[in-house]
């Protein structure tokens, strides 16, 4: 009739790693909480002459850095970065030499800063001449 291997033990097991991987982000959060509290209460005072922050405070800190430093993707970006890595190697692996050199040269003039400091170089050379 249906997929016999989803029985209730089946959703009891997916339930209960949920349940276990909610436990630990918690005491994770908890403990980097606590670690960035001490490392804070130590080392900015003495440093930088600012206040000893409260656990809560640490906890605030740490989230809004994330907010804005580390945003609250969905890890997706890292799949898509490998599968572009993936591709670009099949197709550095099927140019031939003449290619890849070919290749190399039109990225170094498109990414090479010594390329434009040369550049600009000879332009300033031949407006001083």
């Known amino acids: 009739m249906g997929?016999?291997?989803h029985t209730p033990f089946y959703f009891a097991k997916k339930v209960?790693?949920?349940i276990a991987i909610a436990i630990f982000i918690i005491l994770a959060i908890l403990l980097f909480g606590w670690v960035f509290m001490h490392l804070w209460n130590w080392l900015m005072p003495a440093i930088f002459?600012?206040?000893v922050i409260t656990f809560?405070?640490?906890i605030g800190i740490?989230?809004?850095s994330k907010i804005l430093f580390g945003g609250?993707?969905?890890?997706?970006g890292k799949r898509k970065d490998h599968r572009w890595k993936s591709h670009m190697k099949h197709k550095w692996e099927s140019m031939s030499p003449d290619e890849r050199a070919a290749f190399k040269k039109k990225m170094e003039s498109r990414w090479s800063m010594h390329t434009e400091q040369t550049?600009?170089?000879s332009e300033?050379?031949?407006i001083q001449a």
């Open 56 to 58: 809560k405070q640490a």
């Open 124 to 126: 300033e050379d031949s």
């Open 62 to 64: 740490l989230i809004m």
């Open 3 to 5: 997929n016999t291997s």
């Open 72 to 76: 609250f993707g969905n890890g997706s």
């Open 49 to 51: 002459g600012l206040t």
């Open 16 to 18: 209960g790693k949920g």
């Open 119 to 121: 550049n600009e170089d």
